[in-house]
């Protein structure tokens, strides 16, 4: 009998060869890797649609902060000649149109499951398969199990007393209502400036009788100077994307951007002026490709910030509230922002900044919030308070390896996080993350850094399959190496002293880690080259997989 009839025999004792979790960017090209493939396999999604993360983001103002062109899939040509974007920037609801297009494109409907919540994973050790189960109390086998759930869904909202009795209404930017929320004439309160926040904010503005801003860290954000897209760039855009391509897989971010190997001590400070106004002109994150060092280097970081803290003091009218929305940590360090007049927001009369680090929240009452000085009456409160980033939404699900051992007891609760490349786990065999904890993801372009792991779990079990090799586990060994050589580069750079969500700083209780594989310093640091270590990843997992499974 040849490897692959083996393989089949085996596969008719589970229900499907592969289960995944999410329908958004990971799952819906997961699904149709797999299918092309020839494995069954079946999606499972909580919500009544597909988007993922881009289904449940609805606040007002919500777009992508990547450039429209370059967030999208890049595995089909046909749909890359098929979709075009509007602008540069879009909102969130044509990226969910483009979702739901390629979700009909490729016919991928017919295997997701909508509606439904995976509460528990199970690796049944005897028959080499995992035993999943559902909210409503049904349960799959699968012989692989892959999770598409996401860096960012599992929604922080903090535990502030007293949040039952609000009288008004609330919500988190995160799971947002599908119909409109009606902000005119209401006093609302936004807790939180992140990304949501920030977007959020100038909208919620224009129609809210009274805003309150409850800010505990102010935050830099960047002019996103969005744009309709000339037809001509488009059509330019479209002819060369063999080659745009090409450049996205070969950059440290995903962008077909090269960047600067200047330092930014290097130059004059007018020289470095005029190079940071330029930027701040084109807009979106162009600043951060400016100097090769703004992340690395304490000094070179200060000339950036400060540039930045010199148009926040030159936009906004009134020096005391321009001082209190004067960011102190390295630019950078946590996720910049892009913004569409989230500053000239606090010019209007109806905006109020209300500094929440100095005097923190202590309560929501029925009639609204109070902080350590004074009460806010609101009538719609909103949490623009982030995620339990990268852990949490796998953390959510009661996931067990060998030994019954948990993903929580592994990584300790969130104190030693350690996979490997983002993608397995020692003790969990046929187990993968897309874009898991420690790999490049949300720090490099997330359509393309999907697309990376989808295509690596394709051709993995395509392999298997091919060679009768029943399972594949990462080993200690690969993962205390990938574990540490993330922690030795993101030591070597400025991120880990921000309280971010990428250090697990932004929920209470977490244990301090940094979450993500900092391909962007890599490069840098050891003239690591994204290709040589998508090579060295692929031979050092087979190698030691393979050995394992002969065991
Ligand atoms: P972020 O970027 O984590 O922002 C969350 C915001 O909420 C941030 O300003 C936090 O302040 C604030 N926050 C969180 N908890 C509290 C409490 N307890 N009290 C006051 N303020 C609080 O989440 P976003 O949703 O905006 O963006 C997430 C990502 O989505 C973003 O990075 C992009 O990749 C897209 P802090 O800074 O922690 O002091």
């Not at 860290?217 to 969005?226: L, M, S, W």
Request: a negative charge.
């Amino acid at each position: 009998m040849t490897n692959t009839e083996q393989y089949q025999q085996k596969k008719q004792k589970t229900d499907f060869d592969a289960v995944v979790i999410g329908a958004g960017f990971s799952g819906l090209y997961m699904l149709h890797r797999l299918r092309e493939a020839g494995f069954s396999t079946r999606v499972y999604e909580a919500g009544d649609g597909v988007g993922g993360v881009w289904y449940w983001n609805l606040y007002p103002g919500a777009r992508c902060d990547s450039e429209s062109i370059y967030y999208n899939y890049t595995f089909s040509d046909e749909l890359l000649q098929e979709w075009t974007w509007s602008s540069r920037y879009p909102e969130q609801p044509e990226i969910l149109r483009y979702l739901n297009y390629v979700a009909d494109k490729f016919d991928l409907r017919r295997d997701i499951q909508f509606e439904t919540r995976i509460t528990a994973a199970h690796y049944d050790e005897e028959n080499n398969c995992w035993s999943i189960h559902m909210e409503d109390g049904s349960s799959v086998s699968a012989t692989y199990f892959i999770s598409g759930v996401g860096c960012l869904s599992a929604a922080n909202i903090p535990r502030f007393k007293g949040l039952d009795d609000f009288e008004g209404q609330w919500y988190h930017t995160g799971h947002w209502p599908h119909e409109k929320v009606d902000f005119k004439g209401k006093r609302v309160g936004v807790i939180g400036n992140g990304s949501s926040g920030v977007q959020s904010i100038p909208m919620i503005a224009q129609e809210a009788e009274q805003l309150f801003v409850f800010q505990r860290t102010p935050q830099f954000t960047i002019p996103a100077r969005n744009h309709p897209y000339d037809p001509e760039f488009i059509q330019k855009t479209k002819e060369n994307y063999p080659q745009i391509r090409e450049q996205m897989k070969e950059s440290w971010g995903g962008f077909p951007i090269a960047p600067s190997v200047r330092s930014a001590l290097e130059d004059a400070p007018e020289v470095r002026q005029e190079v940071y106004e330029t930027a701040w002109e084109k807009g979106g994150f162009f600043l951060t490709y400016t100097y090769h060092d703004l992340t690395m280097d304490e000094a070179a970081n200060e000339t950036v910030s400060d540039f930045i803290r010199s148009k926040i003091r030159e936009t906004v009218h009134k020096p005391e509230v321009a001082e209190k929305l004067l960011p102190t940590y390295y630019f950078g360090t946590k996720r910049p922002i892009l913004d569409t007049h989230y500053f000239e927001t606090y010019n209007r009369e109806n905006v109020t900044l209300i500094d929440v680090k100095s005097a923190p929240i202590e309560e929501i009452t029925a009639k609204g919030l109070r902080t350590a000085e004074a009460e806010y009456e609101l009538d719609v409160l909103v949490f623009a308070t982030g995620y339990d980033g990268m852990t949490g939404p796998l953390l959510k699900i009661d996931i067990r390896g060998k030994d019954g051992l948990t993903l929580k007891e592994k990584w300790n609760e969130g104190a030693h996080v350690q996979t490997y490349l983002g993608i397995a786990n020692a003790g969990f065999p046929n187990f993968f993350m897309i874009t898991g904890p420690e790999s490049p993801s949300v720090l490099a372009n997330m359509p393309l850094a999907i697309e990376q792991h989808v295509e690596w779990i394709g051709d993995c079990v395509e392999y298997l399959r091919d060679h009768g090799i029943e399972k594949i586990e990462a080993t200690e060994e690969a993962e205390t190496a990938w574990s540490s050589h993330c922690r030795e580069v993101a030591d070597a750079t400025l991120y880990p002293k921000a309280d971010s969500w990428y250090t697990g700083a932004n929920i209470a209780g977490k244990p301090r880690s940094f979450l993500i594989y900092l391909s962007v310093a890599s490069d840098r640091i050891d003239g690591f080259v994204r290709r040589s270590l998508q090579r060295d990843m692929m031979a050092f997992l087979w190698c030691h997989s393979q050995r394992q499974c002969r065991k």
